[in-house]
Each structure stands twice: as structure tokens, then as C-alpha cells.
């Protein structure tokens, strides 16, 4: 029987891929990101999934394997590992497990090792750092419960996003609202690249005329008299 939160539909999985960890975190308000250090561990990694959480004891990681051999695709790994850097919570071999399994990625608040192997596989692994301590292998643990990673509370089954910004959770009761609002935002910042491009342009060329500064900075400078 399987303890895994319902997948995400593929549509919301498509949808999110378009979209980027800056744009869904607007979505929300400035919200949603975990902290700043937990970053791919090669750039230009990307992951999008539904949350399967695990919760550690610091240094210890075999809540984790078991997590691994309970996924498949459509899920992202998301392990509370309280923050713990002294000893790795994961390396190569399991990397390579939880990719044969399916899963999308692990997103980890921890430290993990075998940077070289790591690095340069396409398997997204978001973690602080990496260090060769390797881990205990006692518990205790949880698994598919709700968790805290990155100082972000997440539920089983949230969507998460991660890239080379950081790593976004968006609670699922709120993911088509927040998408929504993220293509909105997408299409505006792509509407107001090319103006500010023209206006670069038009410059260049001696021509330029008008006010590229945005209606709502003037708006919000009236308030301070400006």
C-alpha cells in the first residue's frame, strides 16, 4: 500500500516547468523559499514535483534510504535534515537509487557528498554544501508526514520548484491560484523586456522619447512627494 500523497496532475507539472522559482515565489507574495544556501549542487540543475518528505536526525540517514525505494516519478524528495552540515546525508550510490526509482530529485537541509559524481549526473540534487563525513544509520525518522525544510512548512504532496535560485514550496491547496498568477507575471515581465529594449534601442540611435518608468513606481513615489 502506498503512503505517497496524490501526484500533481501533468498539466500543473507542465505549467510549473515553464515558470521559474522568482516568478512563482512573486506569485505568493515574496513567500515560499527556503533558505538561501540549500542550491543545486551543479548550476543549471532544475526540479518540479510533488513533496515526498522524510524528517531526519541530524547526521543520520536511514529514514532517507527507505524514503528513496518509496518513490517514483512525479515526486520530489524533500528531507528535513535539521539543517545538519557535519556529515553528508547522502552520496552517489543513493543519488543513482533514487534516480533508477524515478524521482525527480532530493531537495535536503543538510549536507551531502561525492561532488564530482553529483555535479556532473543530471539527477537535481539541492543540498548546503558538501562535506565527506558520511552519516549514522540508526534512526529515528518520519516519513510521508508534514515537515519543515529550509525553514519552509511543507505537506506531503506540496508542489515544489527548485533551480538556480533556491527552492520554492507552494501548498497545494493554493497551486492553480498560484500559477495563474505566475504566467500573468511571466507575460508582463516579457511585455516590459521589450520596451525597456526598445527604449535602449531608440537611445542608442539618438531617438529616444517618452518614459519608460513603470506606472506603479510612479504611483508609489507620489507618496514621498516625488
Same mark, same amino acid.
Given at each position: 500500500?502506498?503512503?505517497?500523497?496524490?501526484?500533481?496532475?501533468?498539466?500543473?507539472?507542465?505549467?510549473?516547468?515553464?515558470?521559474?522559482?522568482? =516568478?512563482?515565489?512573486?506569485?505568493?507574495?515574496?513567500?515560499?523559499?527556503?533558505?538561501?544556501?540549500?542550491?543545486?549542487?551543479?548550476?543549471?540543475?532544475?526540479?518540479?514535483?510533488?513533496?515526498?518528505?522524510?524528517? =531526519?536526525?541530524?547526521?543520520?540517514?536511514?529514514? =532517507?534510504?527507505?524514503?528513496?525505494?518509496?518513490?517514483?516519478?512525479?515526486?520530489?524528495?524533500?528531507?528535513?535534515?535539521?539543517?545538519?552540515?557535519?556529515?553528508?546525508?547522502?552520496?552517489?550510490?543513493?543519488?543513482?537509487?533514487?534516480?533508477?526509482?524515478?524521482?525527480?530529485?532530493?531537495?535536503?537541509?543538510?549536507?551531502?557528498?561525492?561532488?564530482?559524481?553529483?555535479?556532473?549526473?543530471?539527477?537535481?540534487?539541492?543540498?548546503?554544501?558538501?562535506?565527506?563525513?558520511?552519516?549514522?544509520?540508526?534512526?529515528?525518522?518520519? =516519513?510521508?508526514?508534514?515537515?519543515?525544510?529550509?525553514?519552509?512548512?511543507?505537506?506531503?504532496?506540496?508542489?515544489?520548484?527548485?533551480?538556480?535560485?533556491?527552492?520554492?514550496?507552494?501548498?497545494?491547496?493554493?497551486?492553480?491560484?498560484?500559477?495563474?498568477?505566475?504566467?500573468?507575471?511571466?507575460?508582463?515581465?516579457?511585455?516590459?523586456?521589450?520596451?525597456?529594449?526598445?527604449?535602449?534601442?531608440?537611445?542608442?540611435?539618438?531617438?529616444?522619447?517618452?518614459?519608460?518608468?513603470?506606472?506603479?513606481?510612479?504611483?508609489?513615489?507620489?507618496?514621498?512627494?516625488?
Amino acid at each position: 500500500m502506498s503512503h505517497l500523497a496524490p501526484a500533481l496532475s501533468e498539466d500543473i507539472i507542465k505549467r510549473t516547468k515553464r515558470l521559474n522559482t522568482t =516568478l512563482i515565489s512573486d506569485a505568493m507574495g515574496c513567500t515560499g523559499s527556503m533558505d538561501y544556501k540549500i542550491k543545486p549542487v551543479s548550476p543549471g540543475m532544475k526540479v518540479v514535483g510533488a513533496a515526498l518528505t522524510v524528517s =531526519l536526525r541530524p547526521g543520520d540517514n536511514l529514514f =532517507l534510504h527507505q524514503a528513496i525505494y518509496d518513490g517514483t516519478e512525479g515526486y520530489v524528495l524533500v528531507a528535513d535534515g535539521k539543517g545538519h552540515t557535519a556529515n553528508a546525508y547522502l552520496g552517489e550510490l543513493m543519488a543513482a537509487a533514487a534516480k533508477a526509482m524515478g524521482i525527480e530529485g532530493i531537495v535536503i537541509d543538510g549536507a551531502v557528498r561525492d561532488k564530482d559524481t553529483l555535479s556532473q549526473s543530471e539527477f537535481p540534487i539541492f543540498s548546503k554544501g558538501f562535506i565527506p563525513n558520511g552519516p549514522l544509520k540508526d534512526g529515528p525518522g518520519e =516519513l510521508h508526514k508534514p515537515i519543515s525544510c529550509g525553514g519552509v512548512a511543507i505537506i506531503p504532496g506540496d508542489l515544489i520548484i527548485g533551480d538556480d535560485d533556491g527552492v520554492v514550496v507552494v501548498p497545494r491547496e493554493k497551486v492553480e491560484e498560484v500559477l495563474s498568477k505566475a504566467e500573468k507575471k511571466l507575460e508582463y515581465e516579457k511585455t516590459r523586456l521589450e520596451t525597456i529594449e526598445a527604449f535602449e534601442k531608440a537611445r542608442l540611435q539618438g531617438e529616444v522619447g517618452g518614459n519608460i518608468q513603470p506606472s506603479w513606481l510612479r504611483e508609489q513615489m507620489k507618496v514621498y512627494g516625488l
